[in-house]
DNA sequence: CGCCGAGTTGAACTGAATCAAGAAACGTGG
DNA sequence: CCACGTTTCTTGATTCAGTTCAACTCGGCG
């Protein structure tokens, strides 16, 4: 029981310790999952109820306008999940979450998840972080966006994380960049011959 | 005294209202402050010190990359404004902010804020909700720049602000939409004769 | 006045999209 | 285990949105 949220306790210490009691009451309200390859953990027009740590899998946000597919983010094991602005906004999503692999997965319901941010200073706390964490990573996509060409971006993405270029496939990681798979097809011929 | 800090109390009580304690100790470290336009609140390089309450005014940021300029946001009178990456993560900025207009700010120092959240859980719920209001900004304008083409972005921004349109030059709306200013003026030259 | 930055307009250019057609990889059932 | 259909990836030809560079207009201001 325990063991399976061994990893989100130590997912949560990084952020912020807890206390031995914050632990406990938190630690009873989390769900263990189990999904497989193409399950969506939340659709567009759903309200999104759940923050997810992903014990092992990976999943992707996307969102569909006029028919095309945009890829907002990955997330892989050891990562939490969930459609953030849903989360916070309490609108209903414009993004899905699709699981890329079979994935267990640990779930939080949002309601305790508000009642932990009252009743713990600490919770507040985590919650900000989180809040922090997130900014960060959109702050960085949208200057990448502005100012890199799609080749920068490839290289880039590359670099720092080279292990989703193998993961991905390619139609996935064209729309993570901003550009169709032909594209990214003949971006990577020139990175291959040089 | 309390004059000048009147309505950046009323945006934080938009946000969380604080305990008649809390407000006394928060508003006795806040520092009034005047500036010109054309003056700048932080240049790319240093690590942002501040939160800024614009009692009155106008700046962008933006960044510069191979010598051409990126806006990222404006902010107006009323708002919050700072280099939230460098404020986070202690890093040097990457952002220069600069006024648009001669403004009064209201400055909030980052030593004094993080002892604040640490104190109180108020005050630690206030930056959790700061956090997650700049996330969704940032979230949405990513969305805007992937799915959505320049003419698009023009229309939606003169929709959701037509003020802004007015108030900014026709450059520094251009590199907020991510275009040259050329681009736009063409786009405009469109609309204005349908 | 004359200058100067901001905005507009025009023409050529380019990065990436689109459309179309193959090639390769995948998994599912016989 | 192979054969088949399906999806994924690549390659080529064309198109297009937006850039770039250059010239011109306009309004403000010293």
Redesign the pocket.
Known sequence: MTHDFLKIKQAIDRFQPLEETEWEEFSEKLELKKLKKGDFLIREGQVENHIYFINKGATRNFFIKDG?DYTVDFQFTDEFVTAYYSLITRAPSSVFIELLEDSQLVAISVNFLNEFYTRYHNGEKIGRLIAEYQYVKRLRKEMDLLSL?????YAGLMQRNPTLIQNI????L?SYL????????????LHSRT
Chains 1, 2 share one sequence.
């Not at 060409?149 to 971006?153: D, F, G, I, L, S």
């Open positions: 095309k060409t799609a080749e920068e971006r496939s390619i139609k996935h064209a901003g550009i169709q798979p032909e594209s990214l097809s003949r971006i990577r011929n």
